[in-house]
């Protein structure tokens, strides 16, 4: 007598197809997810750094006098700058490293509004100024004091 082995059987292709394409989706979810981490963890380091600039100004306000000119800029942080009316006055370098560039390797914009008054921004991921994703802590605040 004849015994019957019995018979393997593979995966069709449909099936092999159907995991493929449930792979490919959950790999595509994963990315986007990821991705939009990626643009928020920026966003967020970029706020941060200006805050660390921010700070550097106010401290070197309270030495000077007043903030860093428009024509200074950040760098007035890091190197007393030569047109100052009283040199003796600087106490820096109010900041222990270089001025670093926003996360996206931009340098940060710089501008003297009054003399206590200034702004500092990235252009964000674009790198355009004045477009949507810029990011302007100055700007949202005042945003979210009108409620928009």
């Known amino acids: 007598m004849k015994t019957r082995r ?8 449909m099936e092999v197809l159907l995991v493929l394409a449930i792979l490919v989706v959950l790999g595509s ?8 981490l990626q643009v928020n963890a920026n966003k967020d380091a970029a706020r941060a750094q200006i805050g660390f600039l921010d700070d550097a100004i106010q401290n070197y306000a ?3 006098g007043s903030c860093p000119t428009t024509q200074q800029g950040l ?7 030569s ?17 670093p ?4 390797g931009q340098p ?15 252009n964000g991921p674009d790198g355009q100024q004045g477009s949507e994703d810029d990011i302007d802590p100055a700007r949202e605040r005042q945003l979210n004091a009108t409620g928009q």
């Open 83 to 99: 047109d100052l009316r009283n040199p003796a006055k600087w106490a820096g370098p109010y900041l222990s490293q270089a001025i």
């Open 108 to 122: 940060y914009q710089y501008e003297q509004i009054s003399a206590e008054e200034f702004r500092i921004w990235s």
């Open 6 to 13: 019995p018979r393997r059987r593979g995966f069709t292709l």
């Open 62 to 64: 309270l030495n000077i």
């Open 75 to 81: 760098e007035a942080l890091r190197v007393a700058p």
């Open 29 to 36: 979810m994963v990315t986007v997810g990821y991705l939009r």
């Open 101 to 104: 560039p926003d996360p996206w």
